[in-house]
């Protein structure tokens, strides 16, 4: 029984963990490698695959990275290449830290807004009193609020009220006062705006405005298959979420699929060499299966334009992997290659 109790217990904490790495709305999990875990024990508590984890975080298929690494631990298939290229864009698992600032990668999509470091909002101006314009005082040695209101030409009870002050309040060297200055035009006594006036009886009643045209349908960007010749491609069948593989010869040009700015172009694990390129609004596109690569980060690139050679054959012939990601996240790439219809 009390073996049962210690094994729900480590259970639980293991649960908890998995919750508490939760990285909100990524597409992945963190998780601190502890003593003890395996790839297959971290698959298991996030319910994620252990090619997927190894995949991502570049790490060998059977052993995980020591005690204390930080891996990443993509949600669901379709998340591994946005997890993978986050991974390697924080140096995390078994991709190197950047060692210099300019080698640091580009976010492949932008970070939500709770994510991004805020100015501090501005201290909110006193209200204005009708009638009056606003100015501020700073209060310097030997300052009073008798001596203060005669400098700005306001009765004392005017300053006192809009300090929210009484006789006996004590002000100090560096405090900020609201100093209510009669306007020298006095309160407006221009007419209201025209959208706001009431209509006179001797004015015709205005037409009615025609309602708003609906908005444009929005025209989702074209893209081109980045191979000239080779065999047709075929939805892929690896784990890595919707994508297209093309048996294509060694050597093969690859062309950018769209007018983007490169991302990456590297190594990645288990896909040889592989570019990813930033479309905009939350489009980008992956090219794996790649050797030679001739772009590279922050690269402003052309659709069409040569970006790396098909890599050497692996068994029978050359492989090539092409993803489409949505907000980091692989999709079908048939209708933004035109070949299928919403």
């Given amino acids: 029984m009390k073996r049962l109790v210690a094994q729900a217990a480590v259970m639980l904490l293991f649960l908890a963990s998995a919750l508490l790495a939760s990285d909100g709305g990524a597409p992945f999990n963190i998780h601190s490698v502890k ?30 990275p020591p005690a204390g690494t930080v891996v990443l631990v993509p949600k669901s298939p379709g998340d591994v290449l946005a997890t993978l290229y986050e991974a390697k864009r924080r140096g995390l698992g078994a991709w190197p830290k950047p060692r210099m600032e300019d080698s640091f990668l580009a976010p492949l999509t932008v970070q939500p807004a709770a994510d991004v470091e805020k ?25 009073n609020p008798y001596r203060i209101s005669r400098e700005y030409g306001v009765s004392l009870t005017e300053l ?45 009643p205005k037409a009615e405005q025609p309602p708003p045209e609906p908005p444009a349908r929005q025209v989702r960007p074209r893209l081109i298959w980045p191979l000239k010749g080779g065999a047709p491609p075929v939805m892929s069948d690896t784990s890595f979420g919707e ?76 492989r090539f992997v092409f993803h489409v990601l949505k907000e980091g996240k692989s999709v079908d790439p048939a209708p933004w290659l035109g070949t299928k219809k919403d």
């Fill in 35 to 64: 003593m003890g875990d395996t790839l297959e024990s971290v698959a298991r508590l996030y319910g994620a695959d252990a090619a997927n984890i190894a995949a991502a975080n570049g790490i060998s298929a059977e052993d995980l």
């Fill in 160 to 204: 006192l009220s809009a300090n929210n002050l009484t006789e006996g309040s004590v002000i100090r060297i560096g405090d900020v006062l609201t100093i209510p200055v009669h306007s020298e035009q006095g309160p407006s006594t221009d007419p209201p705006p025209a959208d706001v006036r009431k209509p006179s009886a001797l004015e015709p």
């Fill in 243 to 318: 994508g297209l593989v093309s048996k294509a010869t060694p050597g093969e040009r690859v062309g950018a699929a769209a007018d983007g700015t490169v991302l990456h172009g590297g190594w990645m694990r288990n896909f040889g060499n592989a570019v990813f390129i930033n479309h905009g609004e939350g489009l980008a596109t992956f090219y794996g299966g790649l050797g030679t690569i001739y772009v590279k980060s922050g690269d402003k690139i052309r659709s069409g334009d040569r970006i790396g050679l098909v890599g050497p054959a692996e068994g029978d012939s050359a």
């Fill in 119 to 143: 100015p501090p909002a501005p201290t909110p101006a006193a209200e204005p009193v009708a009638g009056h314009v606003v100015r501020s005082h700073t209060v310097r040695e030997g300052d």
